[in-house]
Every structure is written in structure tokens, then in C-alpha cells.
């Protein structure tokens, strides 16, 4: 079992990078790079001046998190195999990023075609705003999403299985404790950091917690594949205590919340 304060350090600050690359890298570049700006620079959100853009603009804006999520989660996964073995703590770090960031596109898929909103949603402002008829496209997106994010599920835990020694149920309880820790890290910075944002409990009902709790809710159940991966030799995934990985996460997480949580407008 590793370390808890550093698994909860290396939790949260994955939880942050990646909401920060789906919104500012995302978003936000997005609606620079096309010729707008942005209103305001939310930790759970990005408003763009929609009216310097066309509607294609509009769409691209909206499309730009989840696409940067992809990249985000294919850039980790590429990396991971490139980690020497003795940095246990980066590879967690790296393993938890690309799949919030695949769990986080994929879910948004199933959560806009459910409640009709969000990036990828037929509302205004999404990337599907207008498609017709709308009941077909959201059936579409949940079709889309709940297909995606069991591939993502399979596919992160491929990814871990080398690296989470011993065999059985045992095995499997042990990655369930250690995946459930960071799921709970996570959801507790989300919602500490959305209750900051000055729209009210609005902002974490539809993002914060939704992005957390259902986004990345996979972490909870997905270590079951571990029962059809080969058994690895070895104590499991462990990591020593880290006060640099401590120091680096808490002043990066409080920085993100304190900057954007309140909202920043440029």
C-alpha cells in the first residue's frame, strides 16, 4: 500500500491538472486562438465572448475541452510505458491523469446526451447546438459515452495491471483501496475548490461534482478487471511518503483555488 498523504497529494494534484488542461488549454485557447476572449476564467469553467465568433467558432470553443481530455489521456498512456520502473509515484501521477482526463471525455459524452447540456450538448452553446432531431443526437452521445468509457475503463486498467503485484481477490482489493482514496481526494477538491466560484451551488451541481463523483466514478469499479490481467510478482504498487510530491501538489492545488475558484476576469 503506498503512502496515504502522498497518494492523496498525487490524487489531487492529477484532479487539478487535469480539469485545469480541459478548461484553459481547452477552452480557453480556444477561444483566444479564434479570435475572442475570454469573460471569465472559472476553475470549473470558461465563458468566451460568444459574439466575436461564429457559430462554427461557438462549436469549436465547446469542443475544445473534451478534445484536449483525449489528447491529455493518450499523451499519458504513451508516456507511462516509458517510466522507469523505480518511479512508482510518477507513474501513478501519470497513470491517474490520462484516465480522469479519458474518463472525464467519455463521460461527458453520456452527461450531455442525458441532460441535453454541456460541451458536447444540443444547448445553446455546445458543440451540438442546432443538430436535429435532438432526441436522436443525445441517444447518440449516451451511445457514444457509455461505450467509450467502458473501452477507457479496460484500457487504464491494462495499463496498471504490470505494475500491481500479487494475484486474486487480494490483488484486487488492495488497487480498489488505493483507486478509491483518489477518487474521494478528487471529489473533495472539486467540490472545496467550486464552492469558491461566485454563481453559487449552480457551478458545482453541473460541473464540479458531476465532473468528480459520475466523471471519474470508474476509479470505484474498474480494478475488477484486474481479475482477467496475469498476476504480477511482487508487494503491489507501493511508494514511500514524498515531501516534494506533498510540497508540489498542496501549493499547485491551493494556488488553482485561490486564483480560480473565486473567478477570475480578465
Known sequence: MPDKLTLMAISALAYVVAVALHE???????????????TE?????????????SALGV????????????LTGIASFLVLPRL?????????????LGSI??????????????????DLGVGEGGA??????????????IAVGVVSYGQVMALSVRRIAPRVG?????????????ALISYLTGAAVYLAIGLLNPHGLLIVAVSALPASLGGTSGLLWMM??????????????????????????SVITLGYAVFLGPTWRP
Request: aromatic content about 12%.
Open 101 to 118: 482526463a479519458l474518463m472525464d471525455a467519455a463521460g461527458y459524452a453520456a452527461f450531455s446526451g442525458v441532460a441535453g447540456i454541456g
Open 224 to 249: 475488477l478487471g484486474l481479475a482477467r490481467e496475469p498476476p504480477v510478482p511482487g508487494s503491489g504498487l507501493y511508494f514511500a511518503r514524498s515531501w516534494g510530491w506533498i510540497v508540489v501538489a
Open 166 to 178: 500479487g494475484a486474486g481477490t487480494a490483488r484486487i482489493r488492495a488497487a480498489r483501496g488505493i
Open 59 to 70: 462549436r469549436a470553443v465547446a469542443l475544445a475541452g473534451p478534445f484536449v481530455s483525449v
Open 41 to 53: 476564467l472559472g476553475a470549473f469553467y470558461v465563458n468566451c465572448d460568444d459574439s466575436r465568433l
Open 24 to 38: 484553459h488549454l481547452g477552452h480557453a485557447s480556444a477561444c483566444v486562438l479564434l479570435g475572442s476572449h475570454p
Open 128 to 141: 451540438l447546438d442546432g443538430a436535429a432531431p435532438q432526441w436522436l443526437w443525445r441517444i447518440a452521445l
Open 84 to 96: 522507469p520502473s523505480q518511479a512508482s509515484r510518477a507513474f501513478y501521477f501519470t497513470w491517474l
